[in-house]
């Protein structure tokens, strides 16, 4: 289902998530996933580093329109019945372990999108991962590292666990700016903005209005007599 392969792939790229999490997520998980700030957040207890609590799939707006065509339209038209899986195959069951995977780098594959030679969900975590640590504060850093499920330091543990849908929604929002082309410009416009201010100001120091270019005139140069004082008494006065 091509409709589905997309839906993966966006999950993959928008939260970097690993493809486990879609893979293990559960219609029951996707019904009680809440909201927060129109983003709503799908938590899903089984996956890879399950110890440091649920993956967080956060969804933004227009995926969550799509989530919904496909629960609603599309899942029911193949999914077995006691199938609980979000993500079925055409024989409608979960797909089995690792093939979410591939299909998410076919789908890249067939919709012309690559890094060098080929776009996998593990592609996306490191160009995510690498934005973030350009471009993100430390604190945005920190919700990016619990979408990811990225391994953290303990004291940071208890810092992205105090709620989870809160930290989904805030991360997705970090990742979208982080990887959009228009951050790169914005920096750019940034740092050309401010050597411009910079050179401005340098010059106001270096010049005044009497000499712009800030430089000695030669009658600067010239060292000028100092002026004497007179002692009225001594100059001779007329008849």
């Known amino acids: 289902m091509k409709t589905r392969d997309f839906l993966v792939t966006r999950f993959s790229i928008d939260c970097a998530t690993r493809p486990g999490?879609?893979?293990?997520?559960?219609?029951?998980?996707y019904t009680a996933a809440e909201s927060?700030?129109?983003?709503k957040v799908l938590p899903v207890a089984k996956h890879k580093r399950s110890k440091d609590g649920p993956a967080i799939l956060p969804m933004l707006p227009d995926l969550q329109e799509f989530m919904d065509i496909y629960v609603n339209k599309i899942r029911p038209q193949f999914a077995l019945t006691d199938d609980n899986?979000?993500?079925?195959?055409?024989e409608g069951i979960g797909f089995r372990e690792g093939t979410v995977?591939?299909?998410i780098t076919n789908f890249c594959e067939k919709a012309g999108l690559r890094l060098e030679?080929?776009?996998?969900?593990?592609?996306?975590r490191k160009l995510v991962s690498t934005a973030t640590k350009e471009k993100a504060t430390p604190e945005e850093a920190k919700l990016v590292?619990?979408?990811?499920a990225h391994s953290e330091k303990t004291a940071e543990r208890a810092y992205v666990r105090t709620n989870l849908t809160k930290v989904g929604a805030q991360a997705v929002k970090v990742i979208a700016r982080v990887t959009s082309p228009s951050a790169e410009e914005t920096d750019k416009e940034d740092k050309d903005e401010k050597l411009k201010m910079e050179s401005v100001n340098l010059s106001a120091v270096q010049t005044s209005p009497l000499n712009p270019s800030g430089e000695k005139t030669d009658e600067d140069k010239v060292e000028k007599p100092k002026m004497q004082s007179v002692n009225p008494s001594a100059v001779p006065t007329s008849p």
């Open 21 to 29: 999490p879609i893979n293990n997520a559960t219609l029951d998980d």
């Open 36 to 39: 927060h700030e129109s983003i």
């Open 85 to 90: 899986h979000l993500f079925v195959t055409t």
């Open 101 to 103: 995977g591939r299909r």
């Open 117 to 124: 030679d080929r776009l996998a969900a593990v592609d996306m």
């Open 145 to 148: 590292r619990r979408v990811m």
